[in-house]
């Protein structure tokens, strides 16, 4: 009896690690960009490892760089939180954008003397990230965080903003956001490079810091109290995060089922790339929020074979645990679109 109990047992552990299965001759791949979705990447990757034959490797270089290198064959998927711009080189192999994962783009601060969570709305957001609130103790803060009726008695402190120095697909929805939400100071479209979309010259202003990746802005975060910046929820590392007011006058924090609120508004283009309403009137959504797209070619062969069986897998199975680390797994009509443009890689 215990002999057949552990043939059953063995049978059914088979099953289940080849459930996910990957091609008959399965290749290591290599990605690389975004830095926003890599402690998702990271988990999907060693979850695969348990339910495939292949490795993945990743390097969580910022979208740029990942664009980048698909271009120049270096690897052989990207990640980005943005398409690619008119301006960046394209691959000269067909490609498609695959929505793998969303999430919400955190404000992260340190204000250790005020335990209190700051609430913002879109105008002072705009203002302290364009160096025109250099205060957190600013009247207009102060009046947007009366407790009780009572003013708050946050401290006097130097607002230190801190920004993705590198190509980021983060900042590019971030300034996408700030130009849909508050045209009049910031008047340029979104860029990967915050100092480009920036209102004026960044570098004449002191209290601004750069970092290079989530991680780095984690980092830096971390050693300076009354320091503000934006990132993945997951790099908050313990710092708080800003209540963001939404269109429908709501100030909501960066939850993923606020992410996923705002996130139902979108409009998809047959290449697969998706274009979210910033100024989305739900009352229960965060704002800023976006999707990750896997980039990968429809050219058929071994290698993409194996980069289709992983963003199967990511918007399959790995999506479904995500939200416990701060991504909000693809869901409806969205997960449709993903499974479709999945099919299009190495179809051709």
């Known amino acids: 009896m215990r002999k057949k109990f552990i043939t059953i047992s063995f049978t059914l552990a088979l099953i289940a690690s080849f459930f996910y299965s990957t091609p008959a001759n399965a290749k290591d791949i290599a990605g690389s960009g975004s830095s926003f979705a890599a402690n998702f990447i990271d988990r999907c990757r060693v979850e695969y490892a348990k339910a495939s034959t292949s490795y993945i490797s990743y390097s969580p270089l910022g979208s740029g760089a990942g664009k980048n290198m698909l271009t120049n064959k270096i690897a052989d998927f990207a990640m980005s939180d943005v398409p690619y711009s008119a301006s960046e080189k394209k691959p000269e192999n067909e490609f498609v954008y695959v929505p793998i994962v969303s999430g919400p783009i955190a404000i992260v601060y340190r204000l250790d003397k005020y335990p209190i969570t700051i609430k913002m709305s879109t105008d002072t957001l705009s203002k302290v990230f364009a160096g025109q609130i250099t205060k957190w103790n600013d009247s207009q803060i102060l009046k947007e965080n009366i407790v009780g009726g009572k003013t708050p008695k946050i401290p006097s402190k130097i607002i230190t903003v801190v920004y993705r120095a590198d190509g980021s697909g983060t900042s590019e929805v971030f300034t996408s956001y700030l130009n849909a939400v508050s045209p009049k100071i910031w008047t340029k479209s979104g860029n990967k490079a915050f100092s480009a979309t920036f209102p004026g010259d960044i ?93 990968a070619f429809k050219q058929k062969n071994e290698v993409n074979d194996s980069v289709k069986a992983f963003f199967t897998f990511m918007v399959d199975k790995c999506g479904k645990n995500a939200e416990d680390i701060g991504y909000s797994p693809l869901r409806g009509n969205m997960l449709k679109f993903s499974k479709a443009r999945i099919a299009e890689i190495s179809s051709k």
């Open 203 to 295: 570098s004449k202003n002191i209290t601004f810091q750069s970092a290079n990746g989530s991680q780095g802005v984690a980092m830096l975060q971390g050693t300076v109290d009354g320091s503000i910046g934006y990132n993945e929820v997951s790099y908050a590392r313990g710092l708080k995060t800003v209540s963001v007011q939404n269109t429908a006058g709501v100030y909501k924090q960066p939850t993923v089922s606020a992410a996923a609120a705002f996130l139902g508004d979108f409009t998809s283009s047959a290449d697969g790339t998706v274009k979210v309403n910033y100024n989305n009137p739900n009352k229960l959504a965060y704002n800023i929020s976006t999707f990750t797209y896997g980039i």
